[in-house]
């Protein structure tokens, strides 16, 4: 049995302008936030579906890809980075775009684009993400018959800088996604009573590791003082990513001392 910060979604197929595509869907904003809609205006006006139709497949991709935005938008959308991951033993190579959307009104949104495939004719979607923080440029971690890992490290906006992480797993059913934050979430809740994990994890899915900062109960959001959460992930199955244990080293509290300056 998955437990909930191990829930993973297979990718479920969708007609993409006359070309197949792969999405995946999480329920709730905060997972895959939409905040900038095709026509341009904030993401209150459109959901995950009219994001996928405004990134057509049905045609090769551009020769110009380094500077026309693969998300169709009248926003002014400015390509910052693409690239393409040739080099894996099953399936076919991935293509990704991260870009750069400024809406009519609105806060600057970055995106990650991430297609499968080589043509139009066998082309799939499998990323789409907007983000008010943002993205790093996705890394293979794990390649091999069985199993190939991709992760792109993403940041939401705000002082507690949530994450937007994007985590796929491709394996012999297909696809599977996965929730960092549901994981850390899972990893909080193992922590002694006064203790939760903050902001500023440190993830490294080739060792399947991650490090957190973790609040002592009554420390301000910029400054926890509880000491750091080792975290150990596991992958039974190419579908399963779980919390395998977590290993807390605590920072002894210290008492605080004003010194004034002394009088002159």
Known sequence: MIGRAARALVLTAALLGGASAVMAHWQGEEENPVLV??????????DQEDIQRAIPLSEDLPADIESRCLFRTAARCYPVAFGRILSVEQGRPLTWQ?????????????????????????MHLLVARQTDGWFAPPRLVENSNEL?????????????AGRADV???????????????????QASAMLPAGFSLAGGASVDLSEMFVSVPVRRAGDGGCCPTGGTALIDLAMPEPNIMR?????FLETPQVNRRRIPRPEE
């Open 98 to 122: 991260h870009m750069v959307l400024f809406p009519d009104s609105g806060a600057r949104t970055e995106m990650l684009v991430i297609a499968e495939g080589v043509t139009a004719l066998d």
């Open 243 to 247: 919390v395998a244990s977590v290993t």
């Open 148 to 160: 190939m890992v991709l992760h792109a490290e993403g940041r939401r906006a705000g002082s507690g």
């Open 167 to 185: 985590i796929l797993s491709r394996h012999d059913q297909g696809w599977t996604t996965f929730s960092l934050n549901e994981l850390l979430d």
């Open 37 to 46: 809609c095709p026509d341009g205006s904030p993401g209150t006006g459109c």
